[in-house]
């Protein structure tokens, strides 16, 4: 099994940035891929972006492409989402995810273990 813990939530005004964390315990050496995705009130869960565990693909949504950046410490086992240019469309509950096998996924039930999520709030 895999933990994982995000940090890093918040509240920002538009045009600010955040970063969240996502750290891994457990049996780490079995992740092939890392996620983020988000959820925002009645709305389903959406994919965000996605980072192979050597960094070397990366994916993001259009939505928040030239905005968002995924990286990883490998060291750490952490994954990080950093966040710029937010928007009040970006407020949601973002979850961080990690999957055993195979490359990038965009799609929920491809990732195997789960976040509790973190609330990020962006005012106008």
């Known amino acids: 099994q895999v933990q994982l813990v995000e940090s890093g939530g918040g509240l920002v005004q538009t045009g600010g940035s955040l970063r969240l964390s996502c750290a891994a315990s457990?049996?780490?050496?079995?992740?092939?891929?890392w996620g983020w995705f988000r959820q925002a009130p009645g709305k389903e869960r959406e994919f965000v972006g996605d980072?192979?565990?050597?960094?070397?693909?990366?994916v993001y949504a259009d939505s928040v492409k030239g905005r968002f950046t995924i990286s990883r410490d490998n060291a750490k086992v952490t994954v990080y989402l950093q966040m710029n240019s937010l928007k009040p469309e970006d407020t949601a509950v973002y979850y961080c995810?990690?999957?055993?096998?195979?490359?990038?996924?965009?799609?929920?039930?491809?990732?195997?273990?789960w976040g509790q999520g973190a609330q990020v709030t962006v005012s106008s």
């Open positions: 995810a990690a999957k055993r096998e195979g490359g990038l996924a965009t799609r929920r039930y491809e990732y195997d273990y």
């Open positions: 457990g049996r780490t050496f079995s992740i092939a891929a």
């Open positions: 980072i192979t565990w050597s960094g070397g693909s990366i």
